[in-house]
């Protein structure tokens, strides 16, 4: 059963040995199967996972022949059982994990069993990134102050980790104010091959991972195997479980040629992102090829591979070569590890070979020589800009953000923003040397009578508290950032950056004092190459100071703007931007004063700070004028290829990087002395609002329950297509007067501190609250409360009283489950579509939903329901809850599971849907076979045992 340990059948006799320095190693050999050579690198990948796990029953040797006979343009049909090397965390997403595990312990101790039973059966890694906020900037106290708000807010989680860091085995955590998560995984956690101890023998293997963030595929770019997903999931491969997937498709892209001067690693996966999205990607892995891959550095590798989310693919791989080992020998891994990669990656002809030819879905290619600057935006990240046009598309894009007095756009606005230059480089406000301090105190705001929409809103004159005034208007860049792994990784870019901003300071020039500047390094690294370079000193001169080792901006913790600045633009209504270097730039995730997200690379960040606007185009306009009044461009202080490397080969060394991550694990003072719980079972604080014990155990026993028909059940909602897990699971701030809200101030908890439903994933009496809660969700059952309109919002009818009134959601199925009464959720298409969120599933499961009926399932939601214990059944082909008559207000039967006792999974089962007394007059039952969407004998054992989570602690025991 732990096919993350033993391959019992090995049908192919793929099991051999590789000495590698003197040590042996058992490997297998994926040249056993037919048709190995001409697969992409990522399915060889694959194929030896296969061979290693085949145990005849979960892996099978008709799944290993499937994928050496992978026919490359067919589309996925045959799944596969995928058993990742390890796992990889954030906090955010981590922390239910490791609830879910410490309440494990709990129940084996109940039910008789040992506690230590319960650890991780694949190594799992835990990097804090996600917590810290740039609440402060500008000035060198801002990392301390910012961490220590940290602290403050996260206490309780932290301490909790701190525990799960001490109480399971094969689990570790890199604590807060160390590094973001990627960046971390690509700099020392990954190996590119495993090497583990399994029954007394030294095994080498593949690295691959899956993580609980989307961007996790940033290791790709290391030709690591391995791609984001939800708790659930990782919960489960963590505890030995294989992941379900179908063969992907596979995109070939070949590259050629070199990337110019002036060109960065950002502007190279901007083009990259725009091309994959026009050519359609989604499910599908991309794979990089061909003689233009030797001359792409390993950090650029990553950047592209960060960004695979983006452009919609599952993973975006390079292969191994040179590059690799040479990133490996500098981020300090040690010389047998390097010598394990090169010679397992030959022998398993996994080694980049531009001559040979493989097999691909399909075709593209770029050749990096024509790559220009580019920038990204609005408000997606596939939205590219050529830098030349940037000026221009802002002039277009505007337009759809400010309104004229009749509530749209006009040509004649689109003349007035032309001739803007609320701007001007000589601007008072641009004053060489000033510091951002001042900017955290209350400024006097007066309005213009005149300015571009002219009726609507108009530029603030806005001044500072030292007297200085500046004008605001449309289009000001209120917010600068160096942020996000995708960049913070890459020396290239981050030292163009510094030395962009000492050219800058030379010159007199400095960042218009209306823009918050922060810096998030995503490991100490960075801050060690800054500070031997001495450019620290230059970032800190236009006001870019260290503000967090974490996300920051890229996931919106970007803390309050500059306070005049933000009373400006919410007053006058201005649709101002940000410039972050990160890889994600979506409509409200940044800021949520700002409307204009524009990603762009390290060096340009800078720039747009010196500029103070999108409304500038770096070719004509001036960024200011230096000590002799001289005008100063862009093209004056962009640092040549030469300069960066000069400074990459004498402040950059493997040393940092062995110095750095020597104490990884241990954090500072604050993570140390943190108070914290000892032994294997956790001591749960009764008056948390942040950690809870989660319930999923309740009265569980080691005899199963038998599998049960649903009788007199009730719909709980009506949904139509497209519901996505963001429609399902809780995420944003937890707003007033809301089921969660009301939890929390009746637990003490003022409104100013309800924080995030991301922060609080450990306390499943908030997050159940917050599901089905999204403001836009559409429950059609409430139309019929609403004049025939669904409400938008959480909310749904309570049929346990005699008018079915609205009512929240979690209110309705609080007076159900006091009923008895089960529920049931009717959907339409490619419900639980959108990223792979636990929450989904486990919120659905603890409101007391026991079944979904949808026309269809994305497949990881559907895997993820069954893993809770909700069945996952689709209406007959063609037909949906509409067609058939139904509306909602029946009572709802569902008979044929109980085959599931007799160890087989019936293919459909009956729906009986009668009318109630909330029905309308007249109604009839309707009766119906419903498909059964549990589609394997694994997720048949998960479904009889009421989840993945029971099914494995009853295996523990």
Not at 10 to 31: C, K, M, N, P, W
Not at 538 to 564: A, K, M, Q, R
Not at 929 to 939: F, K, M, N, Q, S
Request: net charge negative; aromatic share 8%.
């Amino acid at each position: 059963m732990w096919g993350v340990t033993v391959s019992a059948v090995d049908s192919f006799g793929a099991r051999s040995t590789l000495e590698v320095g003197g040590q042996d190693y058992e490997i297998f050999r994926i040249d056993a199967v037919e048709g190995h050579e001409s697969l992409p690198f990522s399915l060889k990948v694959l194929l030896e996972n296969l061979l290693r796990t085949e145990d005849g029953a979960n892996v099978t040797r008709a799944q290993i022949e499937a994928l050496g006979a992978w026919k490359a343009e067919a589309d996925p049909d045959t799944e596969i059982q995928f058993t990742p090397a390890r796992v990889v965390m954030q906090d955010f997403t981590g922390v239910p994990c490791i609830v879910d595990l410490a309440t494990m312990r709990e129940a084996v101790t109940e039910l008789g069993g040992d506690p230590a039973r319960i650890n991780p059966l694949s190594p799992a890694e835990m990097v804090i990134d996600h917590s810290v906020i740039a609440d402060l900037f500008g000035s060198d106290n801002a990392l301390e102050r910012n961490v220590e708000i940290e602290y403050e807010r996260n206490g309780e989680r932290y301490q909790f980790l701190r525990w799960g860091q001490t109480a399971f085995d094969d689990f570790k955590v890199v604590p807060p104010g160390t590094g973001i998560v990627h960046q971390v995984n690509i700099e020392h956690l990954a190996k590119v091959v495993y090497d583990r101890t399994v029954d007394g023998v030294l095994r080498a293997y593949p690295d691959t991972c899956v993580g609980t963030d989307s961007h996790t595929t940033m290791v790709n770019g290391l030709g690591v195997l391995g791609w984001g997903v939800g708790g659930i999931e990782a919960e489960a491969a963590m505890l030995g479980q294989s992941v379900s997937m179908l063969i992907p498709r596979v995109v070939g892209f070949r590259l050629t040629g070199d990337i110019p001067a002036g060109v960065t690693a950002t502007d190279v996966v901007l083009t990259i992102t725009d091309m994959l999205r026009q050519h359609g990607v989604v499910g599908k892995f991309v794979e990089f090829y061909g003689e233009g891959v030797a001359s792409v550095p390993l950090a650029n590798r990553a950047t592209i591979g960060n960004m695979s989310p983006e452009f919609g693919s599952t993973a975006a791989m390079f292969p191994i070569d040179d590059v690799t080992l040479d990133y490996l020998r500098l981020t300090g891994r040690d010389e047998q590890t390097v010598a394990l990669v090169e010679a397992y990656a030959k022998q398993q002809k996994l080694w980049h070979d531009p001559s040979r030819e493989l097999r691909f879905s399909e075709f593209m290619e770029l050749d990096l020589s024509t790559v220009v600057p580019s920038i990204a935006g609005p408000k997606r990240p596939q939205d590219r800009i050529l830098l030349s046009e940037s000026k221009g598309q802002f002039e277009r894009d505007i337009l759809n953000y400010v309104a004229s007095p009749s509530g749209t756009a006009t040509t004649d606005d689109a003349a007035d923003i032309a001739s803007m230059d609320s701007f001007p480089a000589s601007d008072p406000g641009s004053v060489p040397g000033e510091e951002h301090e001042q900017h955290e105190h209350a400024a006097k705001v007066a309005v213009l009578q005149s300015g571009s929409f002219e009726g609507a809103s108009t530029p603030a004159n806005v001044t500072t508290p030292d007297g200085r005034e500046y004008v605001l208007d449309h289009g000001a860049v209120t917010l600068a950032a160096i942020t996000s792994c995708t960049n913070t990784s890459n020396p290239s870019v981050m030292i163009a950056a510094g030395l962009l901003a000492r050219k800058a300071r030379d010159r007199g020039l400095t960042s218009k004092p209306w823009v918050k500047t922060t810096l998030g390094p995503g490991s100490k690294v960075v801050t060690d190459y800054y500070e031997k370079s001495g450019l620290n000193h230059d970032l800190e001169h236009l006001g870019f100071y260290t503000v967090g080792y974490g996300c920051t901006i890229c996931i919106g913790n970007s803390g309050p703007l500059i306070e005049e600045v933000s009373e400006a633009i919410n007053e006058h209504d201005l649709a101002v931007t940000a410039v972050l270097s990160g890889n994600r730039n979506f409509e409200g995730r940044i800021s949520p004063d700002v409307k204009m997200n524009y990603l762009a690379s390290p060096p340009l960040v800078v720039a747009y700070a010196l500029a103070g606007s999108m409304h500038f185009d770096f070719e004509t306009d001036a960024l200011g004028t230096d000590q002799d009044g001289a005008e100063v461009f862009l093209k004056d202080i962009w640092p040549s290829t030469e300069e960066v490397q000069e400074i990459v080969d004498s402040s950059i060394s493997r040393e940092q990087f062995i110095t750095q991550y020597a104490t990884v694990f241990d954090g500072d003072e604050r993570w140390r002395s943190l108070p914290t719980p000892e032994g294997p079972i956790f001591e749960w604080d009764a008056d948390s609002t942040y950690v809870r014990k989660a319930p999923y155990f309740d009265g569980m026993t080691m005899e199963l329950t038998p599998v049960a028909d649903i009788h007199g059940a009730r719909v709980m909602a009506t949904l139509g297509d497209s519901v996505t897990t963001d429609h399902i699971s809780p995420a944003g701030n937890i707003k007033a007067g809301t089921p969660a809200a009301q939890y929390l101030t009746e637990h003490g908890v003022g409104q100013r501190d309800f924080n995030s439903y991301g922060s609080r994933r450990g306390n499943h009496e908030v997050m159940i609250r917050g599901t089905f809660a999204n403001i836009r969700l559409r429950n059609q059952l409430t139309a019929s409360v609403n004049d025939g309109t669904a409400i938008e919002g959480g909310y749904t009818r309570d049929f346990t009283q005699p008018e079915g009134p609205r009512s929240f959601i979690y209110d309705a199925c609080q007076s159900y489950a006091e009923q008895d009464t089960p529920l049931v959720v009717f959907g339409g298409k490619e419900y639980g579509s959108g990223s792979s969120r636990d929450w989904a599933a486990k919120g659905t499961r603890l409101l007391g939903v026991k079944a979904v009926i949808t026309e269809s399932f994305e497949r990881i939601h559907r895997s993820n329901l069954i893993g809770m214990g909700v069945v996952p059944l689709q209406f007959p082909a063609g037909e949906s809850w509409e067609s058939l008559g139904l509306d909602g207000t029946e009572v709802v039967s569902i008979t044929g599971l109980e085959q599931l006792n007799e160890g087989t999974t019936p293919k459909t089962v009956t729906v009986t849907a009668a009318p109630s007394e909330h029905s309308a007059p007249g109604k009839e039952t309707i009766e119906f076979e419903a498909l059964v969407r549990i589609d394997t004998p694994g997720e048949a054992d998960y479904y009889r045992n009421g989840g993945i989570l029971q099914y494995v602690l009853r295996s523990l025991v």
